[in-house]
């Protein structure tokens, strides 16, 4: 089956400066990337994901990125801010993927002020 | 709007009295999974189900139930839930690929 290894498990940056997580998968049929934001007390929540026919996906302060020959895939967050800081965990899944997404164990993202 | 529900939010029981959490998703989405998340650990499965009726064992099935009888419900059982168990549970839906999961269900087994 799928392995997602994630790093760094805990991550403190200042704010206004970028964050960037790091994830490596085992399964070269996975073909979509989710990255989750889970905030104290909720679930998680997607906040932007990748297909593997894509590089590269920008969504306002936050990108994905994916190298699949590597087998690896990465979030990056610019200006961060307070309301940045959380859990990620990134994910991986063939798809179609009846069984759900395989999860990376989390970073905690602390942005300093 | 696109939602998954979870119940009880919190709940503190004793071991061996037999407990269920309830899990809804107005989506109609045929997959949904049962998860638990526990410090270091990150998220483990602990069943899925592709459809009504049918049902298969995650990463971490052992002292779990689940029944699928509506598209809609995905329940977990707990029979004889033991202190390893304490955990934050957590119910997922999806399509194809977009996961979506309820707010969780944090349990305490004394």
Redesign the interface.
């Known amino acids: 089956g799928e392995n997602v290894e994630?790093h760094p498990?805990t991550l403190s940056v200042q704010e206004g400066d970028s964050a960037v997580i790091k994830c490596t998968y085992s399964d070269s049929a996975s073909n979509?990337f989710?990255w989750?934001k889970q905030e104290l007390?909720?679930?998680?929540?997607?906040i932007i994901?990748i297909?593997s026919n894509v590089g590269e996906k920008k969504d306002q302060r936050i990108a994905v990125t994916l190298n699949k020959t590597a087998k690896h895939f990465s979030l990056h967050i610019t200006e961060t801010q307070p309301e940045d800081s959380a859990v990620y965990?990134c994910?991986a899944?063939s798809?179609?993927g009846?069984?759900?997404?395989t999860?990376?164990?989390?970073t905690h993202l602390i942005i300093q002020p | 709007e696109a939602q998954v529900t979870q119940n009880p939010r919190y709940l503190i029981t004793v071991t061996g009295k037999k407990l269920t959490v309830t899990c809804s998703q107005n989506m109609n989405h045929e997959y949904m999974s049962w998860y638990r998340q526990d410090p270091g650990l990150g998220l483990r499965q602990i069943y899925y189900s592709m459809n009504v009726e049918v049902t298969d064992k995650g990463d971490v099935p052992e002292g779990y139930k689940v029944s699928r009888k509506e598209k809609r419900n995905f329940p977990l059982i707990l029979e004889s839930p033991s202190p390893n168990q304490t955990s934050l549970y957590f119910c997922a839906s999806h399509g194809a690929y977009e996961q979506y999961f309820g707010p969780g269900t944090r349990l305490t087994v004394t």
């Open positions: 994630q498990s979509y989710p989750y007390g909720k679930g998680p929540q997607l994901d297909r965990f994910a899944i798809g179609g009846a069984d759900g997404l999860f990376g164990k989390g």
